[in-house]
């Protein structure tokens, strides 16, 4: 199988890398500063006192690498329709795609039962250019299960401990069916060291990421704080608990049954807590696009299409999105 990973950020290497490491066909794409230092020196991802140096193949040309039969991308949510007609020329009649992006996928209300007054988000992809050019008829949902950071380029660091599973990938066909092609992909996660099992609930693990970043990842860019700083101070928490629970009201009129209490998740987000940074937070910092439509705006937006309120969630979305605007670091969906 012949495999590509569409964005060296930290994901997309720290998958590239794992699945190099095992022997995999894997081709990364990757540009610029990057793409010449992981040709000079190899990717190089570190997790505890473990460092993997891949040796793999990396290019800037999509050409040269040609269709492939699974092409996971893993750029930004903004930069998936900037780079469309890259992407498509990976495309062979055969291909399955894998976003592995944050928020609320592109695909979302493909093969979703119910009279829907539109199938894209404007908050994600904006006159439906990337269900158009990739197709959701070929795509299979997952959410991305690990904490990661670029330490420079070329340089991922992963966060936890050496040894167990790399990560966490569940891979679901959009309609919910337990198909072969979601077995095969499922199993080259696995190869790779990550968990991954075939789910026929993939918009449930949509949303319970959704509950992890609605929170953490826009106040973390307003307040400048790591998990342990926002989870150590009980306005915040409850501002964090409110949230959840309009998600959990919307995901309820969508006819998904998440588990537990939003009680409940924030007792877990604290026993996971660390001094460590979310990812809108590094880009924030590291001056990069910083991901708000899809993780937050995109849930205002279904809960507009739904007529269930999300007053807080919709203040939050506002004001990080702004904050992303003057620092420079905001790039339109």
């Excluded at 999509?62 to 495309?91: C, F």
Aim: contains cysteine.
């Amino acid at each position: 199988m012949k495999i590509c990973v569409f964005g060296a950020g930290a994901v997309g290497s720290v998958v590239a890398a794992n699945m190099h490491r095992v022997g995999l066909d894997v081709t990364l794409i990757a540009r610029g500063p990057t793409l010449a230092a992981i040709r000079d020196k190899g990717l190089v991802v570190r997790r505890g006192d473990e460092e993997i140096i891949a040796q793999l193949k990396v290019t800037d040309d999509v050409v040269k690498a040609g269709p492939q039969d699974l092409v996971i991308t893993t750029l930004k949510v903004p930069a998936v329709r900037n780079a469309l007609a890259s992407i498509k020329l990976l495309i062979g009649p055969e291909t399955v795609v894998v976003p592995a992006h944050n928020g609320i996928p592109w695909w979302y209300f493909y093969a979703l039962p119910g009279d829907w007054p539109k199938q894209h988000l404007d908050s994600v992809d904006p006159g439906g250019s990337v269900w158009r050019g990739l197709g959701p008829e070929r795509t299979l949902g997952t959410i991305v299960g690990m904490g990661t950071a670029v330490v420079e380029p070329g340089v991922v660091l992963q966060v936890g401990p050496s040894g167990g599973t790399r990560g966490r990938f569940p891979i679901g066909e959009p309609d919910g069916s337990e198909s072969d092609r979601a077995r095969c992909v499922s199993e080259v996660f696995q190869a790779a060291g990550f968990a991954s099992e075939v789910s026929t609930e993939i918009r449930t693990e949509v949303w319970l990421k959704i509950l992890t970043n609605i929170g953490a990842n826009p106040i973390s860019l307003l307040t400048l704080g790591t998990m342990a700083d926002m989870l150590g101070d009980d306005s915040i928490v409850d501002l964090k608990l409110e949230m959840l629970r309009e998600c959990y009201a919307l995901t309820k009129r969508l006819g998904i049954t998440l588990p537990g209490t939003p009680e409940e998740r924030i007792e877990l987000f604290k026993s996971r807590s660390g001094p460590f940074k979310p990812s809108t937070l590094q880009d924030l910092e590291n001056g990069k696009p910083v991901e708000v439509d899809a993780i937050v705006g995109a849930v205002s937006e279904i809960g507009r299409m739904v007529e269930v309120d999300t007053p807080l969630i919709d203040a939050v979305y506002a004001l990080s999105r702004l904050r992303a605007i003057t620092a420079g670091c905001y790039v339109e969906p």
